[in-house]
Structure formats: C-alpha cells, structure tokens
C-alpha cells in the first residue's frame, strides 16, 4: 500500500482522495485537508490524524479500520464506514489555520 507522513495545507479544488497508511508527524502538529469545492475520501487501516478535515460543498467519507481522528470533520454530510473509528476534538485541532482560529458566519 501507499502512506503519507506530514503537516500542513493539502488544498484543492476538486476531491481529496487518500488511501493506505495516512499519519500525520505528531500531535504537536496538525494538517488541514481542505477540498474548496469537492468531497474527501480516506480509505485505509491504522490512520492517525490530527487537525481538519474540510469539504464546505461537499461529502467526507471515512472508511477502514483503527482510525482516529484528533481534530474537526466539516462537510455538507459525512459518512463512516469500518471499525475502530474515533474523532476527538481538542485544543490543538485549529493549530493549522492561519491564527488558528475559526468561526462561523452568516
């Protein structure tokens, strides 16, 4: 299988598809995964994130086995399919936005 290891903004405008291994480098740290217009997808075993997922216009679906979550999943809808999965809040969880801060508006 494949993995991806990191921190940061994974932007685009379309779908964010992920699979495999997905960690990101340490809870000090944490990722944004943002699709502006389309959905996400993350398929796989063993994933660890901490920080965001964000689909404002569109779908997150999470499927697979042991995966946690350490942050925010923002969409239209959201869909969980496997075992194992756990999305915890926390105060890091924003440490990837400019300012690190969100709100919502009208």
Do not use: Q
């Amino acid at each position: 299988g494949s993995s991806f290891t990191g921190k940061g903004i994974l932007l685009a405008r379309d779908n964010i598809n992920l699979s495999g291994n997905i960690t990101t480098s340490s809870t000090s740290d944490s990722v944004c995964i943002y699709s502006k217009t389309g959905s996400i997808s993350i398929n796989g075993t063993n994933i660890n994130i901490t920080g965001i997922l964000y689909a404002p216009n569109g779908a997150i679906n999470i499927a697979g086995s042991n995966i946690t979550i350490h942050g925010r999943v923002i969409a239209k809808s959201v869909t969980l399919n496997g075992s194992n999965i756990s999305i915890i809040a926390g105060a890091n969880d924003l440490s990837c936005l400019p300012g690190g801060t969100v709100s919502l508006v009208e």
